[in-house]
């Protein structure tokens, strides 16, 4: 008896340090991932102009003699100085990779509210380089009222499109008092498109029913698993037409030039072709751009990184996939 009640003191003291423990444990883990969270935030700032710089010794090291390279590294620190004393206009570069639900808006927020801690109205300019077929209508109106934030701050926006600026990237582009676009980028698809399978069939062979129960006449218009009808396809299309129609007047109210008529019909086009209709200002490089700003400004590339969860980036990395499987 007294062995047992020995026993039960020792076993009440065990689980007594055990608690402890793993509550000191928690706060630890706790504090760690409160520290974490922190840590995966960073805001990164590069001076483009020194990168440039840096490019063009690292290559005369290579061609030019040692003499050569003496003198023009003395000529260099001079035009720096000279720089350092005059107030030169600032660049700020933005890049924008989209995909369906338009992630990068995450960070491209941030990343705009930066800037306007700093940027000078009037004075400074912003360059976002977009690459973007579109997706979802509210990320992409979210994206494109984010660079719009950029414009109603009085910072004159250039968008340089590389490759893609179409549907919700075209969305976004627009809001530029200036587009620059390669010569065969991608631009326009001004256009809403909705695909939903229907397996009703399917489930009836089986003998499966499907309840689908509302509250509100429209509440769901179309649906995969039960039986869609008529009046839901009509209401579904009356909704695409609204929305192409918020679409045309969002692009009419920063591009008034633009023949909507005959452009908003969901087709694209290439730069070549896009300057021509008016679609875009420039053809170009967002490379040749930006070189070319650097003659005359300091140019400072914003970037924002947050650390996702390991779940959520193997989902943005499967869309993605899916994404370009779908584009072929």
């Not at 706790?30 to 710089?53: G, I």
């Not at 000529?75 to 338009?102: C, H, M, P, T």
Request: proline share 2%; with cysteine; aromatic share 6%.
């Amino acid at each position: 008896m007294e062995f047992l009640q020995d026993y039960g003191l020792f076993l009440l003291k065990g689980l007594t340090i055990l608690t402890l423990a793993l509550i000191l444990l928690g706060a630890v883990v706790a504090a760690a991932t409160r520290s974490r969270s922190r840590d995966d935030e960073q805001l990164t700032v590069r001076h483009l102009n020194q990168r440039y710089r840096d490019m063009k010794h690292a290559l005369q090291r290579k061609v030019l003699g040692r003499g050569a390279v003496r003198r023009l590294l003395r000529e260099a620190r001079r035009e720096r100085k000279r720089e350092s004393r005059s107030e030169r206009n600032r660049v700020y570069v933005l890049r924008f990779q989209g995909d369906i639900r338009a992630t990068a808006v995450e960070n491209l927020r941030e990343e705009i509210s930066a800037i306007l801690t700093l940027a000078r109205p009037g004075t400074d300019q912003a360059v976002l380089c977009l690459d973007s077929g579109g997706g979802l209508v509210p990320s992409y109106g979210l994206a494109s009222a984010q660079v719009a934030r950029l414009r109603d701050a009085g910072i004159g926006l250039t968008v340089a499109v590389d490759r893609v600026a179409a549907s919700g990237g075209y969305l976004m582009a627009a809001v530029a008092q200036h587009i620059v676009a390669a010569p065969f980028a991608v631009v326009g698809s001004i256009g809403v498109v909705a695909q939903i399978p229907n397996v009703h069939r399917l489930l009836q062979r089986h003998d499966v029913d499907i309840e689908l129960l509302t509250a509100g006449q429209h509440k769901r218009t179309l649906t995969v698993l039960g039986k869609n009808t008529p009046e839901g396809r009509a209401k579904f299309q009356q909704e695409l037409e609204e929305t192409h129609d918020l679409f045309k007047k969002y692009l009419q109210r920063y591009r008034p030039e633009l023949d909507l008529n005959t452009l908003a019909t969901g087709e694209h086009w290439y730069g070549e072709q896009a300057l021509e209709q008016g679609l875009i200002d420039e053809i170009g490089t967002s490379d040749d751009l930006l070189m070319r700003l650097a003659r005359d400004h300091d140019l400072y590339e914003v970037r924002f990184s947050r650390r996702q969860p390991l779940g959520k980036r193997i989902g943005i990395a499967f869309e993605r996939g899916l994404e370009r499987l779908m584009q072929r």
